[in-house]
């Protein structure tokens, strides 16, 4: 609980130290009144000040004292604080100074702060006094106080004060530096008698001149008791969420906390303030959830209870729910499940499984359970399935094989590609491609790169040479090594997929060789290479500008939308990074290498589960995590690539602080300068805003929770206007006007 609004108008603040990568705020109705939001912002700030023990403050004042009527804040202010400004009392005056404060303690007050402070008239004052209150009276606070001398004092001239508060000296003898700025602070929480609080700042005996003070702070302590649901279980039941298209509106916010708040049909343990609260039951009956009964639900490593019934879930009842050591109770009744319950599922003690309703799955009640007293029909009950999937099998193959019979000899129906799935030479378990007018013998091979005279590149997947078709069309040819952790299904997983998809931000396929042992895949010509050569400066040449790097991101973005929306079934890269991206002789961009892609086989499937593979920096950690590929893991490597053509920084730098250039850019972020992460190359000539736009995007791309990145639609749309953000200031400048870059 944070604070109740019941009022038009109002601005709440607080600095709030989150314990994970998401961060929920709920408004919750509190009266007949319907709840309602203007804005909501986030400005990061270092995590060295403004410490305090609870890890949550709630803003209570901030005040600076001047002449001049209003508020500070930002661009002032790069924090986005609201200084508010106190006029001097009647027997006190304003002090100011042209000179530049120096104001480098991390706290990075304005310089319009700074450069005033108050002070009493008569050098004879002893005492200044501050008096507030505190609603409720029993509230601990934290008092910040900020100090700078604006005088240049004479050498028989002392300002030398004690902060007392409540009567309690709290820092003794305090002398302010000449045009620098201090921070005086509580460092632990102070409370009221009655509520009522006193500052006094008191001129010491040795001191000639009466104290100062330029801008002071403070805030409430804000207890937040309840510790956050563990993030990975947060992270699954959010995609279950998303998979079944859940729509609760109970389904907001925390999954278990604060309890009064508790996820609808959800169960938590949560009696340990110390630990995260862990999901123990999930109630999902008559949800009309559809589908397969989903890999995910393997997260909530917890669970106790599992209720799926009375819902039209189709497909197998998986064998994991049987690795799922917590799990005691299994309801999958009324759904419309088909096959064998797994022989793991039935002999797992202690469990209570409950499947009736479901009349095409081969285990009844009776047999499942009673299985002691009726062995003898569960084997039966099992085997028959067994034998009629064989004899199935069997049908298929013989029908495949009179299909391309027919074919064969009715080549004048051939209206598309076919592939009659027949071993090919040593690979006998692996299928051939079968194509038209794209296939090429090794002599060709031989021929169209002059024996492999020039090399371009080196890859996973073997060497990338220089040639030419008919000595007219320019291609690369990559030629697969013996050696290749990819292999002969990623040759042909990329055959088979640049043969079907044509954009023109997807490096094309002009044709292959499979001849044997020699694999080679041949490809339109890029002669610009890749992007990482361009970002190493290992191909020299000028520096890529901001416009024509946003030119480039928005291409490869287009290429990648395609696949996860043009495509049907759609497709996930699974290898998207700098190396990958090529361009061609004007800098057009195409994503390239398709050896790793997969497609979703099933429609309205919304992930697959897979072996990890990708990139290391690139990766996404929950597919890594979870082996659940989506096409938001293609998001989150591009959103790596987005930093990397925006800071021309190593993904992993280990002589970093800060690894993982995520992690390092978002540490540098808390600066709020944005010169401190764009690449030093570009020497400022960008639009500040277009950069942080993309920053940000890419950050948003790199969410660790798959289901808050956007969609590479949405992530078209944002580089859109980056790049139109960009090119008016590159057409503002021809003009003769400058726009120079800005802090945000």
């Known amino acids: 609980m944070w604070i109740t609004v019941n009022t038009d108008n109002t601005i709440k603040e607080i600095l709030h130290v989150s314990k994970s990568n998401t961060l929920q705020v709920c408004l919750v109705k509190t009266g007949t009144s319907i709840p309602y939001i203007n804005t909501l912002e986030l400005r990061p700030l270092a995590d060295d000040i403004y410490t ?107 300002r030398e004060f004690n902060v007392v508060l409540n009567g309690n000296v709290t820092f003794k003898s305090y002398s302010p530096k000449f045009l620098e700025m201090q921070t005086v602070y509580s460092t632990a929480p102070k409370q009221c008698d009655g509520g009522k609080c006193l500052l006094q700042l008191v001129k010491t005996s040795r001191s000639t001149l009466p104290p100062l003070i330029n801008a002071m702070e403070a805030y409430t302590v804000l207890d937040f008791p309840q510790i956050e649901t563990n993030v990975d279980e947060v992270i699954a039941i959010k995609n279950i969420q998303s998979t079944y298209g859940l729509s ?30 862990i999901i123990t039951s999930l109630n999902l009956s008559s949800s009309g959830l559809t589908g397969i009964i989903v890999l995910t639900i393997q997260n909530l490593a917890n669970l106790q209870e599992l209720d799926l019934s009375n819902n039209n879930l189709s497909g197998g009842v998986p064998e994991f729910l049987a690795d799922m050591k917590s799990l005691l109770v299994i309801n999958l009744s009324g759904n419309n499940l088909s096959g064998v319950v797994p022989q793991k599922l039935i002999e797992k003690k202690m469990l209570k499984l409950n499947i009736e309703g479901n009349p095409k799955l081969n285990c009844t009640v009776e047999s499942c359970v009673n299985k002691d007293e009726e062995g003898g029909r569960q084997i039966k009950s099992m085997t028959i399935p067994i034998v009629a999937s064989i004899g199935s099998v069997v049908a298929f193959t013989v029908a495949l094989m009179i299909f391309c019979v027919v074919r064969k000899n009715n ?9 009659c799935m027949l071993p090919a030479d040593s690979r006998s378990s692996e299928p051939t491609i079968v194509t038209k007018n794209k296939k090429f013998t090794y ?83 890029m002669a610009n290479g890749d992007l990482d050569e361009h970002m190493s400066g290992k191909r020299g040449g000028s520096i890529l500008n901001w416009g024509t790097r946003l030119k480039i991101a928005l ?90 053509m925006i800071t021309n920084q190593p993904v992993i730098d280990q002589n970093r602080e800060k690894r993982h250039i995520a992690e390092w850019v978002g540490g540098m972020l808390t600066k709020g300068d944005i010169k401190s992460i764009t690449d030093p190359n570009l020497l400022g000539d960008y639009n500040s805003g277009s950069v942080w736009k993309a920053v940000e995007l890419a950050m948003s791309c790199m969410n660790p929770s798959s289901m808050t990145r956007p969609t590479m639609s949405q992530v078209v749309f944002e580089l859109k206007e980056c790049l139109a953000s960009e090119s008016s200031r590159e057409v503002s400048m021809t003009f003769g006007t400058e726009v120079a870059p800005m802090a945000r």
């Open 248 to 277: 609760k509106t109970t389904w907001q916010g925390d999954p278990c906390v604060p309890k009064k708040f508790l996820w609808d049909g959800l169960n938590c343990n949560n009696s340990d303030d110390s630990t995260p609260p």
């Open 555 to 644: 291409e490869a973005a287009q290429g990648l939308e395609y696949l996860h929306n043009g495509c049907k079934p759609l497709m996930v890269h699974r290898d998207v990074k700098t190396t990958n991206i090529l361009l061609n002789e004007h800098f057009d961009t195409k994503l390239a290498d398709f050896g790793l892609s997969r497609s979703f086989p099933i429609e309205g499937e919304t992930h697959v589960s897979t072996v990890v593979a990708g990139t290391i920096g690139y990766l996404d950690p929950e597919y890594y995590r979870t082996n659940w590929l989506t096409e938001k893991s293609d998001v989150y490597s591009f959103g790596v690539v987005l930093l990397v």
């Open 52 to 158: 305090n023990e609870s890890g949550s403050l709630n803003y209570l004042f901030r005040v600076y004292y001047s002449n001049l009527k209003g508020y500070i804040e930002y661009p002032d202010d790069v924090h986005d604080r609201i200084w508010k400004q106190i006029l001097p009392y009647q027997d006190w005056q304003i002090l100011t100074t042209n000179l530049q404060i120096n104001v480098s303690n991390d706290y990075d007050l304005p310089q319009r702060v700074m450069k005033t402070a108050v002070t009493p008239i008569k050098a004879s004052t002893t005492t200044m006094e501050f008096p507030w209150n505190l609603e409720p009276p029993t509230s601990q606070f934290y008092l910040f106080l900020h100090f700078a001398e604006l005088q240049s004092l004479q050498a028989n001239e002392t």
């Open 443 to 525: 002599a060709e091979v031989l021929t169209m790169t002059n024996n492999f005279q020039k090399i371009l590149g080196k890859g996973g997947f073997g060497i990338v040479y220089y040639g030419s078709v008919n000595g007219t069309e320019q291609v690369a040819v990559k030629m697969l090594s013996h050696s290749s952790a990819q292999g002969y299904k990623q040759f042909k997983a990329e055959v088979e997929l640049l043969l079907r998809v044509h954009h023109k931000n997807l490096v094309g396929l002009v044709g292959y060789c499979e001849e044997g042992d020699k694999l080679a895949l041949i490809y339109e010509y």
């Open 411 to 419: 080549p004048s129906n051939d209206e598309a590609p076919t592939s």
